[in-house]
């Protein structure tokens, strides 16, 4: 967090001070000081600090959050995940996979996370057309009931997987 805002900030030509006026015209006040102790790594930053420095900086929260690479070769570490390829966090904060995936039950695993992770409309096959919410609500619940059928039964699973390869 405390390098990719500095990178960004100095990418963005923001001084602290200015980024400090723009957190505040945002309605989160943090001086410039608690800026340079953030880059610093002198201070924590909380979600609504997060949140505006994103929106001050005109970046992605995912952005401050990760390094500037996808590169499997590189990791990085999460809190309570451990250290992960940089390619599989930038998609798990993306909420496109989960942080760990254990390939005996890949497939299903990647789809429940979908469900829970993402609003109906932007899981694989999802739509932004109005109207879509309520349809795409209807074949998320009919995506769980079949998950949860699959999981229960390891037999049905492995048939399930086996006839998508």
Known sequence: MAANLRRIRNARGLSTTKLAVLLKDAGQSIPATGITRIEKGER??????????????????SALLLPPTDSPEQTVDITGGGSVPSDTAWAW????????????????????YALYSRPPWMRPGGSHIAGAHTQQATVATQLANV??????????LQKFLDERK
């Open 44 to 61: 924590r930053v909380d979600v609504d600090d997060l949140m505006a420095l994103a929106i001050a900086l005109g970046v992605s929260p």
């Open 93 to 112: 904060l993306d909420g496109t996979r989960p942080l760990r995936l254990s390939e005996s039950n890949a497939y299903a695993a990647t789809l429940e």
């Open 147 to 156: 998950i949860s059928a699959l999981v229960a039964d390891p037999e049905a």
